[in-house]
């Protein structure tokens, strides 16, 4: 058995009891798995609000489009804090600045339960975010820091876990609840595994001394770049479709703004001695292609997990319970895949098995790109079957890749930039299907349309036999002819919509496909095996 060390920066301290030879304490693990809860909380309270939106705009009197801030608020102060959490952890240290944020993090979320106007709700959203984003790459940090190389592999297998299951758990876990004890209990909810969490990380890890200087040496101005380049970028991405992109002065104020932000914090970062966060690991060429693939990952885990619940409610006219028992095959199986792929990253090149993990996971999408207007649970089964095999096969080898060859000092900044580059995917994603989706939509409504016109035989026969049908049922003869073009084109528009969700889904598998060519250009890798090997080869 080898002795495991840790370098820590200047100034810091272990992160809690130090580790001997290979063996890990039971308090040890506690305090682990109580990370991995909140990263799964703060992740599944991204999605948690999608399928209970409409119940929420109703009590708040809001429309579709102002209620779409109510994620956007959340992903916004997400995304700043992340690349803030290395900084935040060597002041407060990581016992009190995990449980001072979950204690935030729960007040936020019981205040958007009780929230009386879109404007508090959105405001309240955003102080949720911004307490709940610290624990996703906290978790991360934990497993790096607190875990010796031979039992890291199964930390990240339970960190990929909360990555891949929260957005897939989210619409299931909000329409169970919205529907059995109303909207705000989605948020209540939060109040079981916070209290948990709180828990655990009070036993699990040693108090520390809090260190307020290091908040005066902190690079304020790159802080302040990266909240601006970030933040508008989300916004950017957020809400360019709805108010049609660069048509909107609104989104080009926010597209430059994100411009100058992200240069600034590039240029900050590299002019100072201590950034506050390291992003010369995008140097590393193995950081770098796991982070590209991160943020493919994230448009394919946050595209599907958009597509699909929209699909679900717009044409098979599913309720959010129904939606939820569809999606949630997406995420269940992954609980008995993940510890087999866990074993077999210790032995097998990580390239195969992520290639073999994005093959599963692009052909799933590439299973829902031949939909009709009649699929629904029992079409989807498979493909979501499919979807939970191949995505730990890609969350545990990328956070193996993106790891490999980080020194301790640096774990904090590289957990931060691969969780945000996670969190960016997953909002480019989504901008870029919910574009393509109203773009496809208009273009195959057209073809259609050119296609079902008066002049066509069968379509004229089509509106005789539903205008009978109609006059059968007691209308006068004008009523029932334009009841019928009305059917027709509703059809014509439905079957629109439906090739417009295969598009979707299509481009989201082509995305998949073309991360197995990135993949290859990174160096081999295992995890560390039980013996202490493994590592770079």
Request: hydrophobic share 50%; proline share 4%; charged share 10%.
């Amino acid at each position: 058995m080898t002795s495991t060390t840790q370098t820590l920066p200047p100034g810091a301290k272990p992160l809690g009891p130090p580790m001997v030879g290979e063996h890990v304490s039971m308090r040890t693990w506690l305090a682990v798995a109580a990370g991995m809860l909140g990263a799964f909380m703060a992740v599944l309270d991204i999605q948690i609000t999608n399928s209970s939106l409409k119940d929420i705009l109703g009590s708040l009197s809001a429309t579709q489009e102002e209620g779409s801030w109510i994620a956007t608020a959340y992903l916004v102060a997400e995304i700043v804090v992340i690349p803030m959490t290395a900084l935040l952890t060597r002041v407060f240290t990581m016992r009190g600045y995990m449980i001072g944020t979950t204690a935030l993090f729960l007040l936020f979320s019981t205040l958007c339960g009780f929230a009386w106007n879109l404007p508090s709700m959105i405001a309240f959203r955003m102080m949720q975010g911004f307490t709940g984003g610290a624990l996703i790459p906290m978790a991360m940090t934990l497993v790096m820091a607190k875990l010796p190389p031979s039992k890291r592999a199964t930390g990240m297998a339970i960190f990929g876990l909360t990555a891949t299951l929260a957005p897939s758990m989210g619409p299931t876990f909000g329409g169970y609840l919205s529907e059995l004890y109303g909207w705000p209990s989605i948020f209540y909810i939060n109040w079981v595994p916070g209290l948990l969490l709180i828990g655990g990380i009070a036993y699990g890890l040693d108090r520390e001394k809090v260190q307020l200087d290091q908040l005066f040496k902190a690079d304020w101005l790159g802080i302040a770049f990266m909240a601006v380049g970030l933040g508008s970028l989300t916004v950017f991405l957020e809400e360019g479709n709805s108010k049609d992109w660069f048509d909107s002065l609104f989104i080009i104020t926010f597209a430059a703004l994100a411009v100058i932000g992200l240069l600034g914090w590039t240029v900050t970062s590299t002019t100072r001695s201590q950034p506050f966060v390291n992003l010369g690991l995008y140097g590393q060429r193995n950081f770098l292609a796991a982070t590209a693939l991160s943020a493919a990952m994230g448009m394919g885990l946050y595209g599907s997990s958009f597509l699909l619940p929209l699909y679900l409610g717009q044409i098979a006219g599913y309720s959010p319970m129904q939606i939820g028992e569809v999606i949630m095959w997406a995420g269940l199986p992954q609980l008995f895949i993940m510890p087999f792929v866990a074993k077999l990253s210790s032995k097998v090149d990580n390239r195969i098995l992520c290639t073999f993990g994005l093959l599963l996971f692009g052909g799933s999408c590439l299973m829902n790109a031949y939909m009709d207007a009649s699929t629904g649970y029992d079409q989807l089964l498979l493909s979501q079957v499919v979807r939970a095999i191949g995505q730990p096969f890609v969350m545990l080898t990328l956070s193996n890749f993106a790891m490999n060859g980080i020194t301790p000092k640096d774990m904090p900044s590289a957990s931060s930039l691969i969780n945000m580059t996670r969190n960016l995917g997953g909002s480019i994603g989504i901008a870029l299907l919910a574009t393509a989706q109203s773009t496809r939509e208009h273009f195959h409504s057209q073809r259609l349309g050119e296609a079902v016109t008066g002049f066509a035989g069968a379509t004229q026969e089509r509106l005789d036999a539903l205008t009978q049908s109609f006059v059968g049922r007691g209308f006068d003869a004008t009523s029932a002819a334009d009841m019928a073009l009305k059917a027709v084109d509703g059809i014509v528009r439905r079957e629109a919509y439906v090739m417009a969700y295969n598009d979707g889904f299509f481009l989201t598998a082509a995305v998949l496909f073309g991360c197995i060519f990135v993949l290859w250009f990174s160096d081999k890798v295992k995890a560390p095996s039980s013996g202490g090997g493994g590592g770079a080869h």
